[in-house]
């Protein structure tokens, strides 16, 4: 397999997904701090977003491996996709039956977007730029 060259991410890319990732997931947090909600169900929200993010990351990982020629078994694949999704769908399970308004509701699943979205780009641009400066080295 033929590997693609890999550039160095700009500052304003790598910029711009930090502050997305930070951004998503502090209003995220914060939303949860000042949500009327039981400790329950914050801490359900919260882990929702931690394993959301961690199998994002997970997944974005997992597909540059195979584009880069790196080994990934097809169990390791499908589970880092199945839980990207069942992340995704506890999200949407909690806040259809969340006795909160539909505007909360949007509020947290947009800053889950955000939040998930970002992280692989976090992620992008830490392998990039290890890439870039490995060849650097070389």
Known sequence: MERKQI???SAAFIAASWTAFFIGTIAFIIGLWNADMQLNEKGYYFTVLMFGLFSAISV????????????VTNLYYGIAWFVTLLSIVLLTV?????????????????????SMF??????KNTRDMKTAKEKELF
């Open 7 to 9: 550039n160095q991410p």
């Open 118 to 123: 970002s992280a692989i780009a976090v992620q």
């Open 60 to 71: 974005q990982k997992a597909v540059r491996d195979q584009l880069e020629g790196i080994p």
């Open 94 to 114: 909690g806040l259809w039956n969340a006795e909160l308004q539909r505007s909360e509701k949007g509020f947290y699943a947009m800053s889950f977007v955000l």
